[in-house]
């Protein structure tokens, strides 16, 4: 349902198409970086909500990073 909203062609191989989805999934992107503590925030939700969260980011931070 999603997908069709964005444009350009959608293209599922065929060895995926009759996979079954065990848990919803939502991806997450952070732009800029991400802290640890904020994934370790994310995969308390995922275990909440009963989702799988996949994140992706740019970079990720700790303390001596960020200074």
């Not at 503590?37 to 009963?50: C, N, Y």
Request: cysteine-free; proline content about 4%.
């Amino acid at each position: 349902k999603g997908l069709k909203m964005i444009p350009g062609e959608i293209v599922i191989p065929e060895n995926v198409k009759n996979v079954e989805v065990i848990k919803p999934a939502v991806v997450v992107y952070f732009i800029g970086g991400v802290t640890y503590g904020e994934v370790a925030t994310i995969r308390l939700l995922s275990k909440l909500f009963g989702k799988e969260i996949v994140v992706a980011t740019t970079h990720m931070i700790n303390g001596e990073t960020m200074i």
